[in-house]
């Protein structure tokens, strides 16, 4: 590794949208995955568990990205199949995901943020940070978002858009209902990518601070 200022942990990202963002601002990123690297640059990516790779590179700043597929409010009629009645196996794996997350949160690096999108309550995660959308950052979409942060600021809008639709289907389930419903024809993969304007001001805006601070 060489010699720098300050290091950047992107953890659960294999796209790297993070990392590059924070390279172009001549910051020393790496991604990290237990999955290869699609974002073109193998050689800033880790492919290990996310705890060792802290302890390789022991960066200043840890941006993660938990699973959120047990955790997350879209997955309510998995964890509630009927009404009243909790599934006790997909608790298991939320609580389960909750101490990753946990884990994260709580990783013994100086600046930390932590995305996922919006949590069921049965799962009892802390009270976040700050709420994201795509469209505060240059992108037609809405894709409600939580940080987490430990010693950074709130990540300012950089590029308001007015006209947006929401970017990952929802109620498909009650279009049978009658009742309105998005569409969109995505991978899981990609659903999980961040959006490049939310990169940007993350690499942008956190260098910034944490650069000033040391």
């Known amino acids: 590794m060489s010699d720098v200022r300050f290091r950047v942990l992107v953890g659960c990202e294999e796209s790297q949208e993070i990392t590059k963002a924070f390279r172009k601002f001549g910051v020393e990123a790496y991604s990290c995955d237990r999955q290869e690297s699609s974002g073109g640059h193998p050689e800033w990516h880790l492919q290990m568990d996310v705890f ?87 992108h037609k979409f809405s894709k409600r978002t939580h940080l987490w942060l430990k010693n950074l600021p709130e990540l300012i809008p950089t590029d308001i858009k007015q006209n ?26 990609e659903s999980s990518k961040t959006f490049h304007g939310v990169a940007k001001a993350m690499a942008e805006q956190w260098s910034g601070i944490i650069t000033s601070l040391i």
């Open 52 to 138: 060792d790779a802290i302890k390789l590179i022991k960066p200043k700043l840890g941006i993660f990205h938990p699973p959120c597929t047990f955790m997350s409010r879209a997955g309510a009629r998995w964890m509630f199949p009927t009404a009243g009645n909790l599934c006790e196996k997909r608790l298991k794996l939320a609580m389960e995901a909750k101490e990753f997350f946990m884990k994260c949160l709580n990783a013994d690096i100086e600046f930390i943020a932590v995305e996922n999108p919006l949590p069921l309550k049965v799962v009892g995660l802390p009270k976040e940070t700050q709420v994201i959308q795509p469209y505060e950052y240059g």
């Open 164 to 189: 947006y639709t929401p970017y990952l289907p929802s109620n498909t389930g009650g279009a049978k209902r009658g009742q309105k419903a998005t569409y969109r024809n995505i991978s899981q993969k």
